[in-house]
Structure formats: structure tokens, C-alpha cells
């Protein structure tokens, strides 16, 4: 569930109107509910009950540091995959000591500074980032904690971008690989084993693909404890939410290819992974990111021009591609509705485009959606994970500002960008230049 709902035919996060906040803030205008992202992680904690565990979450889905600062307060950890990132938890008042550091492609400078700022784990992805790790951490005069990111070859049902756990995809070690990688990395003297790793892609809308990928990994995690003093297990993020219908009432329902079924409850996905997991009594991982922030936020846009071509009615908006890559990228769908409800208005089909000069900057293609005019605002909904995080200057479109509910209160969590942030780092090049 989420916090947006109509209230006399106007769309509000908790207590306030979207209105309100787009006439105070401006467009385009990231709207986000404080009681939304905690009331999930909750729920998710709730659901993981007994078994010893630990909510990383996924920075990069949202990492805006008021964001970060709610979810530091729940207690969560978080998985980075940055320096930048790891940064910007610390800067919200994140421990450094409950951060995972995943990724392909860790520099040098990245994993000293996570060796120094004293992160839970490496979850490393190939022998080479192994070597580099105990390279670095022996110059330190330091032992690094490592995981391996165990590739478990499990098709995921996602979009082909977001799916992490084939053989084909360029994350994790294969299962047949993977004991070697552990013995080289036993031999390390700059490595101590923690634990092992898994994340087989994001959107995922079946228990089924998360109950295989443990199956999978769990006689070789056996294995592994008998060998090593292994503490944790993760199993990765990638629980799906749901992009149509989210501001129906009751139980939402998740359409795929025209067939509706329910949507992957948290009940339902915890209880794939509890059992075997419970048996394997490591300390169990999560690194959610989707799940705790996507239906959290939302974009607020205003209706520039209705555009009637000859075969399309073209909405266009003052929201672009750059502010929201999803629908460009994977085909995304996020629900456009009416930040104002007319009652009795009819719908029309339209596509819905941004400003920016490419032909992929649409929110929607041929979709019916309650009629605009020009001068309305409207929402596209579940913006609030991998939205601002994936956003863009592209056409030197200033980056869009950020506001954070609760309750009846707001508050602006980034100032929207001005034309002298877009120079700023040019000039200053200049300056030393000079
Ligand atoms: N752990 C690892 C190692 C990951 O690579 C990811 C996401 C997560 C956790 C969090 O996954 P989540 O729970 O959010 O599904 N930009 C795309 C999604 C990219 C996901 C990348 N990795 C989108 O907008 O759909």
C-alpha cells in the first residue's frame, strides 16, 4: 500500500495536495511519502520475522540523503555501489558497518575507501576484483571482508536490462566456478571470507524465480560453512512492485501481457525464501530497493501543449526523458493520472511526451488517460525508485527538485537546479585553467 489517494477528486500524498505542492515547488517536481518508505520497510521486516536478517537497501533505486536518513532511522544497512554512494550514506548518518559494496567494476580508490570507512562486505564478481581487493587492503595493512557473488543461472521472467542471474549476464561467478574463486580467495592473506551472495534480477513479480536461485545456492552455501566461518548470506533485492492500477483500492493487481493476476505480496516472497534459508542458519541479507521506495513517489508534471497530428494526439509535457528514464529505457509503464479529477470527464488516447529532442522521450504510447487541457498538472505515478537516481541535464534541462511528506508537513529534500548549477563545474575548470 501507499500513501496516494484522491481526496475530493484531488490527488494527495498523505495529507497534502499535490496542487499545493506544485504551485509552491514548481514542475517537474518529484513528490515523495515519508510514510510509505517506512511503513514498507516495516512490513518487509515484519514479514522476515524470526529469521536473522538484515534490510540493505539498494541506494541506487533512491539516494537522495532524506531518503537515506529515513531508512538509517528504521535501522536499515544499505548495499552501495559507489564511492559516491557510500559517501552519501554516511553523510545521512548511515554506518558504514552495515553497507554491502557491490558492483563489477570497483576501482582502487572506491575500495580503500570502503576498507577505511569500514564496510560489512565486498561482494565481489570476479577473481581479478579479488586480487585487486587483497592488493589494496595488504597496503593498508588490512583485512578485507568478502562475499562472492554466486551467479545461480535462473531466469528471472523481468526485462532483459534488469535481469542480473543468467549465465549470460556479465554479474555473479558461476556456480561451477565458484569454489575455485573461494579457494583463491582463501589463499589471499588480505581477505577474510564473511559470506556468500546472490541477486538475480529486479521487477521480479513471481515467488517462483527467488525459491529456484536458493534452492540452487543452498548445498553449495552448505559446503562453503563447512570450509569457511561464513556469517551471512544475501540473497539480493529485486521484489516487484506494481506499475498499473497502484491507486486502486483493495488489492492491487498487477497486469502483464493483458492478464491480470495479483501482484507478488511480501508474504508470498518471504515465505519462498524463509524455510531453507532458516535450515541454513546463516544471518540472511536483503538488499531491496524498488520495494521500499518505487510506489513511494511520484513525478508531477503540467500539460504544455495538446499537439492534434494527423494520426496522434501528442500531450506534451514539461517532464522529459531526462527526469524519468524508465519508460525510454525498458519500456517502463508508470500510470498518468490527473492531479485533479474532473468528475464525468471522458478519456482519449493519447501519447504523452516530454520536450526533449529524441523520438524515445514519451512517458506513453497510444494510451487512454483521462482528458487533459493544457495547463493541468498530472502525476505519473510509482516514480519514486531508480527516477531521480537515473536523472539527467540531457538538453541542459536543469535537474528537477525533490519534496519529502509527512503528514500534513513538506518539505523541499533537493532545490531544483538553475542554469549557473548546469556551468558551474565548467567554469571552474576554466578558473584553474586560467
Ligand atoms: N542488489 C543488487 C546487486 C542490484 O544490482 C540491485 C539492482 C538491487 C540489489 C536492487 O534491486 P531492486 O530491489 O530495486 O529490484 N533501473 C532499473 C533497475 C535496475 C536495477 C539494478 N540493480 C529500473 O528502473 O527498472
Given at each position: 500500500m501507499h500513501s496516494f489517494h484522491y481526496q475530493n477528486n484531488q490527488l494527495a500524498c498523505e495529507s497534502v495536495r499535490l496542487q499545493d505542492l506544485a504551485e509552491s515547488y514548481g514542475t517537474p517536481l518529484y513528490v515523495y511519502s515519508s510514510h510509505t518508505v517506512t511503513d514498507h520497510f516495516r512490513r518487509l521486516d515484519r514479514a522476515l520475522g524470526e529469521l536473522a536478517h538484515e534490510i540493505c537497501y539498494a541506494v541506487k533505486a533512491n539516494s537522495n540523503l532524506a531518503v537515506l536518513r529515513l531508512l538509517a532511522a528504521q535501522g536499515s544497512g544499505f548495499d552501495i555501489v559507489s564511492g559516491g554512494e557510500l559517501y552519501r550514506v554516511m553523510q545521512a548518518g548511515g554506518d558504514p558497518g552495515k553497507c554491502t559494496f557491490a558492483g563489477v567494476g570497483k576501482t582502487q580508490d572506491e575500495i580503500a575507501y570502503a576498507l577505511h570507512s569500514g564496510i560489512y562486505s565486498f561482494n565481489v564478481e570476479s577473481e581479478s576484483e579479488l586480487r585487486t581487493i587483497d592488493n589494496v587492503a595488504r597496503t593498508m595493512d588490512r583485512k578485507a571482508p568478502v562475499a562472492l557473488r554466486i551467479n545461480p543461472d535462473v531466469d528471472p521472467h523481468t526485462h532483459h536490462y534488469i535481469s542480473?542471474?543468467?549465465?549470460?549476464?556479465?554479474f555473479g561467478i558461476s556456480i561451477d566456478r565458484i569454489m575455485e574463486a573461494y579457494d583463491l580467495a582463501a589463499s589471499l592473506p588480505g581477505l577474510e571470507i564473511r559470506g556468500l551472495q546472490m541477486h538475480i534480477g529486479s521487477?521480479?513479480?513471481?515467488?517462483e524465480p527467488f525459491a529456484q536461485a536458493v534452492a540452487k545456492v543452498l548445498p553449495l552455501a552448505e559446503a562453503l560453512k563447512r570450509r569457511f566461518p561464513l556469517e551471512f548470506i544475501s540473497i539480493g533485492g529485486g521484489i516487484g512492485i506494481v506499475y498499473r492500477g497502484s491507486l486502486e483500492s483493495g488489492d492491487a493487481v498487477w497486469w502483464h501481457e493483458g492478464e491480470a493476476r495479483h501482484a507478488l505480496t511480501i508474504e508470498q516472497y518471504v515465505q519462498a525464501i524463509a524455510p531453507p534459508l532458516r535450515r541454513l542458519n546463516l544471518r540472511v541479507l536483503l538488499e531491496p530497493g524498488r520495494f521500499l521506495v518505487g510506489n513511494a513517489g511520484v513525478l508531477l508534471t503540467r500539460v504544455l501543449y495538446i499537439k492534434r497530428a494527423l494520426e496522434k494526439t501528442f500531450v506534451i509535457v514539461d517532464a522529459g526523458m531526462n527526469d524519468l528514464i524508465r519508460p525510454a529505457l525498458y519500456d517502463g509503464y508508470h500510470e498518468i493520472v490527473p492531479v485533479c479529477r474532473q468528475p464525468g470527464a471522458g478519456t482519449e488516447v493519447v501519447d504523452v511526451v516530454g520536450p526533449v529532442c529524441e523520438s524515445g522521450d514519451f512517458f506513453a504510447q497510444s494510451r487512454e488517460v483521462a482528458q487533459v487541457a493544457e495547463g493541468d498538472l498530472l502525476a505519473l505515478m510509482s516514480?519514486?525508485?531508480y527516477g531521480f537516481s537515473m536523472a539527467s541535464t540531457y538538453n541542459s534541462r536543469p535537474l528537477p527538485a525533490e519534496v519529502l511528506v509527512s503528514g500534513a508537513e513538506h518539505r523541499l529534500i533537493r532545490r531544483r537546479q538553475n542554469y549557473a548549477d548546469l556551468i558551474a563545474a565548467e567554469l571552474e575548470a576554466e578558473e584553474v585553467e586560467a
Open positions: 542480473t542471474g543468467k549465465s549470460e549476464n556479465k521487477q521480479i513479480t513471481e515467488a516514480a519514486g525508485a
